[in-house]
C-alpha cells in the first residue's frame, strides 16, 4: 500500500512549510535511525498531536485523544498488562463486540491477526499521541512513569518566529486564550493616547481585561493584521478579515474589523466559537408556549419568518438555531450572509462579496435557480433584497431574514418604507419576532431580594402578582468574576400574521395600531412581558430586563409601560 509522504500531509495540514520540512530531512540525515516525524518534534516544528494527526490522515486511522479520556476499569481489565507492554497498545471502548485499541505506532495494526489471537475478539484501531498512551499505560497498567504532556503554546501556524518577534507572539496568544477561557463574545484593541486598552466583551457587557504599553501598539496591531490576512501597509482605510486558529483544543473563528482611529488603528474581533456558538432552540430561552408557537412557524412550507432587533442581540444564533432544526437529507437550504459566521454541515452557504460586486440580491436570485425548499436572507437591507425575498416566498420557498428595527411591529412598516409594495409584504409575511440579550443570574450567588416599588413599576409588575414567587438579586462570586450574572437567554416579541393584520399592513396601519391588533390576534407579548416571565422563574433580574429593554418601554403601547 502506497502512502503519501508525511511531510507532505503536515504541509497540507498548515502544521509546516517546505523550509522548516528541508531542514527536518537535513537533521534526519544527521542523525542515524531517527524517522521524520521525530525529527520535526525534536526540532520543534510540530507537537506530538500535529504528528499523530497527520499520521491518522497518512495510514487512515481514526484519532482518539487519551490525554482528555477516562478509561472504566471493566475495558482496562479485557487486555492483560504483559500484551499492553508487548504490543504497545491500549484499551478503549468495546463497542458491539469490537474492542477499540489505542497505539501511538501504525505498524502495530500489522500485527493484528496476532491481537487477534491473544486477545480473542474482533479489534479496532486509532491512534493516540506518545505522551498519552505512556500516561495511560503508567496509571493503568504500572508501566513506567506519567510525563508532562506539552504542545506548541503557539496557536498560528503561518509566520517565521524570530526571537525579536516571538514575545509580541505569545502576547497576541495569550489576548485571545484568555478571551475565550473567559466566554467573551468579542476583543477590541484599543489604543489610547498613553496606553493600549484591551477590552472583552463578556455576556454583553465590556471590561477591561489588558492595558498595554503605548511602544506595543505596533507590533500587537500588526501582528493581528499579519494574522487576518490583512495589507500591514495601509494604514489610512478600514480593513476586514479573518483568523483560524485553533485555542484550547478547538477550532476557532475570528472576524476582523479594524479602523483607523486618533491614538492609531483599532481592532475588533468577534470570536465565533463552533461548540458554544450553534445552539438547539431550546438553549434559546422561549418559554411557555412562545415555543410551540416558534417550532410550528418554523415548519410552515412556504412565507418570510423575520427576526428583528439590533446589532448584538442574538438575530443569527436564532435563526441558526431554526436551520439546524429544519436540516435534514431531504431538504435543501440555501444561505446568503455577509459574512459567514458559522459553517452548517449539508446546507449550501453562500458569503456576501460587495469587491465583485456579489450582494445579498444577486445571491438571492441565483440560489432560485438551485431549487431550494428553505432559504436564509443574512439582512434585508434594501427594496431589491426585500422584494425578490418576498417573490421567493410568494413561489413556494420558506425564507428567513433580520431586520434593524426596534421592535416586531415595526417590521412591516420598515419594509414599506424601503419601498415594498404594502399588499405584497402583507400577503408574503407569515411571522415577525424581534429579541434581545438579558444576563442570567450567576446560580452560585443569587440572593432573594425583595424589589423596592418602585422598581416593580418600572417593569410593570405589581405587588400582588410576586405571591409566592421569589426575586432575586445579583451578588457576585468568582464563578462570575463578581459580576453577578453568568451567560445570557433570549427575551421575545412573537406574532404570528392574520386575515386582520394583513389587511392592515395592505391599509399603510401604523406600528401603534398593528402592535394594538398583534397583541388581540396575533400572540404578541413584549418583550418587557417576556422579560417579567424570566425574572419570576429567576432567570434575571429587574435592573437587566430595563437595561436591556429600556428604550422599549419608552416606546411601546403596553398597558403599564413607562419611559425609563
Given at each position: 500500500?502506497?502512502?503519501?509522504?508525511?511531510?507532505?500531509?503536515?504541509?497540507?495540514?498548515?502544521?509546516?512549510?517546505?523550509?522548516?520540512?528541508?531542514?527536518?530531512?537535513?537533521?534526519?540525515?544527521?542523525?542515524?535511525?531517527?524517522?521524520?516525524?521525530?525529527?520535526?518534534?525534536?526540532?520543534?516544528?510540530?507537537?506530538?498531536?500535529?504528528?499523530?494527526?497527520?499520521?491518522?490522515?497518512?495510514?487512515?486511522?481514526?484519532?482518539?485523544?487519551?490525554?482528555?479520556?477516562?478509561?472504566p476499569d471493566d475495558i482496562i481489565e479485557l487486555v492483560p498488562r504483559n500484551v499492553v507492554n508487548d504490543f504497545g497498545i491500549v484499551p478503549v471502548k468495546l463497542h458491539q463486540g469490537k474492542l477499540l485499541l489505542a497505539t501511538d505506532d501504525p505498524m502495530v495494526t500489522f500485527t493484528a491477526d496476532d491481537l487477534r489471537f491473544v486477545l480473542n475478539r474482533e479489534l479496532s484501531f486509532a491512534l493516540t499521541s506518545p505522551s498519552a498512551l505512556n500516561n495511560v499505560r503508567a496509571e493503568s497498567y504500572g508501566l513506567g512513569e506519567k510525563v508532562e504532556i506539552k504542545?506548541?503554546?503557539?496557536?498560528?501556524?503561518?509566520?517565521?518566529?524570530?526571537?525579536?518577534?516571538?514575545?509580541?507572539?505569545?502576547?497576541?496568544?495569550?489576548i485571545l486564550e484568555q478571551a475565550l477561557a473567559q466566554r467573551a463574545s468579542d476583543i477590541h484593541v484599543e489604543p489610547l493616547e498613553d496606553r493600549?486598552?484591551?477590552?472583552?466583551?463578556?455576556?454583553?457587557?465590556?471590561?477591561?481585561?489588558?492595558?498595554?504599553?503605548?511602544?506595543?501598539?505596533g507590533p500587537v496591531i500588526t501582528r493581528f493584521k499579519v494574522m487576518s490576512k490583512m495589507d500591514i501597509s495601509e494604514h489610512r482605510k478600514p480593513q476586514d478579515g479573518r483568523i483560524a486558529v485553533n485555542l484550547m483544543g478547538r477550532p476557532i473563528d475570528l472576524r476582523v474589523s479594524l479602523i483607523p482611529a486618533t491614538g492609531g488603528e483599532s481592532i475588533v474581533m468577534r470570536i465565533l466559537d463552533r461548540e458554544a456558538g450553534l445552539v438547539g432552540l431550546t438553549d434559546l430561552g422561549f418559554v411557555g408556549d412562545d415555543r410551540d408557537r416558534f417550532d410550528r412557524i418554523i415548519k410552515r412550507p412556504n412565507g418570510i419568518f423575520l427576526v428583528t432587533g439590533p446589532t448584538g442581540s442574538g438575530k443569527t444564533t436564532t435563526l441558526y438555531a431554526a436551520l439546524k432544526t429544519l436540516n435534514k437529507?431531504?431538504?435543501?437550504?440555501?444561505?446568503?450572509?455577509?459574512p459567514v459566521e458559522y459553517n452548517l454541515a449539508g446546507i449550501n452557504q453562500a458569503e456576501v462579496r460587495h469587491d465583485i460586486g456579489l450582494d445579498f440580491s444577486r445571491i438571492l436570485r441565483s440560489m432560485l435557480r438551485q431549487a431550494?425548499?428553505?432559504?436564509?436572507?443574512?439582512?434585508?437591507?434594501?427594496?431589491?433584497?426585500?422584494?425578490?425575498?418576498?417573490?421567493?416566498?410568494?413561489?413556494?420557498?420558506?425564507?428567513?431574514?433580520?431586520?434593524?428595527?426596534?421592535?416586531?411591529?415595526?417590521?412591516?412598516?420598515?419594509?414599506?418604507?424601503?419601498?415594498?409594495?404594502?399588499?405584497?409584504?402583507?400577503?408574503?409575511i407569515m411571522a415577525v419576532m424581534a429579541q434581545r440579550l438579558v444576563r442570567k443570574l450567576c446560580e452560585t450567588c443569587r440572593q432573594p431580594h425583595e424589589p423596592p416599588a418602585s422598581l416593580l413599576a418600572a417593569v410593570g409588575l405589581r405587588a400582588e402578582e410576586l405571591q409566592g414567587r421569589t426575586i432575586y438579586r445579583s451578588v457576585g462570586c468568582k464563578e462570575c468574576r463578581f459580576?453577578?450574572?453568568?451567560?445570557?437567554?433570549?427575551?421575545?416579541?412573537?406574532?404570528?400574521?392574520?386575515?386582520?393584520?394583513?389587511e392592515l399592513t395592505y391599509k399603510g396601519a401604523g406600528t401603534s395600531e398593528i402592535r394594538e391588533q398583534a397583541r388581540l390576534s396575533g400572540g404578541l407579548r413584549s418583550l418587557r412581558e417576556d422579560g417579567v416571565r424570566k425574572i419570576l422563574d429567576g432567570t434575571t433580574t429587574i435592573e437587566e430586563v430595563l437595561r436591556v429593554a429600556g428604550a422599549v418601554f419608552t416606546y411601546g403601547e403596553d398597558e403599564g409601560s413607562q419611559a425609563v
Open positions: 500500500m502506497s502512502h503519501k509522504q508525511l511531510g507532505q500531509i503536515l504541509i497540507d495540514m498548515g502544521h509546516l512549510d517546505e523550509r522548516k520540512l528541508k531542514e527536518g530531512l537535513e537533521h534526519q540525515r544527521r542523525v542515524p535511525g531517527i524517522k521524520i516525524g521525530k525529527a520535526l518534534l525534536e526540532l520543534n516544528f510540530i507537537d506530538e498531536t500535529q504528528l499523530t494527526k497527520a499520521l491518522c490522515r497518512q495510514f487512515k486511522l481514526p484519532f482518539v485523544d487519551l490525554s482528555r479520556a477516562v478509561i504542545e506548541r503554546r503557539r496557536g498560528f501556524e503561518d509566520e517565521d518566529e524570530s526571537e525579536e518577534d516571538a514575545p509580541v507572539i505569545r502576547l497576541c496568544h495569550e493600549v486598552r484591551v477590552r472583552y466583551r463578556v455576556d454583553g457587557v465590556c471590561y477591561e481585561a489588558h492595558s498595554l504599553e503605548r511602544d506595543l501598539v437529507p431531504n431538504v435543501k437550504i440555501i444561505t446568503a450572509e455577509n431550494p425548499n428553505i432559504i436564509l436572507v443574512g439582512e434585508i437591507r434594501d427594496q431589491e433584497t426585500a422584494e425578490i425575498a418576498i417573490q421567493a416566498a410568494l413561489t413556494g420557498h420558506l425564507v428567513f431574514s433580520t431586520l434593524h428595527t426596534n421592535d416586531a411591529p415595526s417590521a412591516l412598516t420598515r419594509l414599506i418604507d424601503m419601498g415594498v409594495k404594502p399588499f405584497l409584504a402583507a400577503t408574503a459580576e453577578g450574572y453568568r451567560g445570557r437567554t433570549g427575551i421575545f416579541e412573537l406574532f404570528q400574521m392574520d386575515s386582520t393584520l394583513r
